[in-house]
């Protein structure tokens, strides 16, 4: 079946600039996440939803992120006045577990550059 | 909060030998422990994953062990093969949902 879906791939934007980000997770996972990967470095978590509401914020860097779902699974994370921090692969993942201990299926992330 | 560390940075072994890559974490509360392998310019996928009931997990070539006192696990990787050649991230999770903690990753080439 389908796997975990994210759009754009690639997204350059200028500083200052809003963007959203897309995740179309595996039909029929409730859990979905939201992580941040910078060159080199390890995933960072910024999101959790638990069918449509985000129990779980505590990973959002600041004010500038936010991250909805809709409808159970499509999810969108918007940054609004990018700076070029912000500079990152943004991974989606979605679960089937809702205890938290099973496999995370990722997307294939969205590149994001702040020029 | 949690706080994973994972050793080598590194780690370059020769076609057929074995490699061994640790990870040390903070929260004792964890009792989720997956890794992920990430080939270049493509998405992490899980490689097996273990629970705090279990001590070892072994799935082919692959291995996990588990210290719970000791807040460490690792992974063994036998007869190493080029195609194991990828980046390596632990995790950490089981306290806040789904929520993963992962290492820094560890880059693993195998010379053929």
């Known amino acids: 079946g389908a796997g975990v879906s994210q759009s754009p791939s690639n997204k350059v934007t200028e500083k200052g600039k809003d963007v959203e980000l897309r995740c179309d997770p595996i039909?029929?996972?409730?859990?979905l996440y939201w992580y941040r990967q910078s060159l080199g470095q390890g995933l960072e978590f910024l999101i959790y939803?638990?069918?449509?509401?985000?129990?779980?914020k505590s990973g959002l860097p600041s004010d500038r992120f936010s991250a909805e779902r809709t409808g159970g699974s499509v999810s969108t994370l918007t940054i609004q006045r990018t700076q070029q921090e912000d500079s990152a692969v943004y991974l989606c993942?979605?679960?089937?577990?809702?205890?938290?201990?099973?496999?995370?299926?990722f997307g294939p992330g969205t590149r994001l550059t702040v020029t | 909060g949690e706080n994973v560390e994972q050793h080598p940075s590194t780690l370059s072994v020769q076609e057929g030998d074995s490699a061994v890559i640790k990870c040390t974490y903070s929260?004792?509360?964890?009792?989720?422990f997956p890794w992920y392998k990430q080939e270049l310019g493509k998405r992490p996928q899980l490689i097996i994953d273990?629970?705090?009931?279990?001590g070892e997990k072994k799935d082919q070539r692959i291995a996990v062990t588990l210290n719970k006192t000791a807040k460490h696990f690792s992974l063994h990787i036998t007869e190493t093969q080029p195609e194991d050649s990828a980046v390596y991230f632990c995790?950490?999770?089981?306290?806040?949902?789904?929520?993963?903690?992962f290492g820094q990753g560890t880059i693993l080439t195998v010379h053929p």
């Open positions: 995790a950490t999770g089981g306290t806040s949902y789904g929520k993963l903690t």
């Open positions: 929260d004792s509360a964890s009792n989720y």
């Open positions: 939803f638990q069918g449509n509401s985000a129990p779980d």
């Open positions: 039909s029929g996972h409730t859990a």
């Open positions: 993942a979605s679960s089937l577990d809702l205890a938290g201990v099973g496999e995370q299926y």
């Open positions: 273990i629970r705090s009931n279990v």
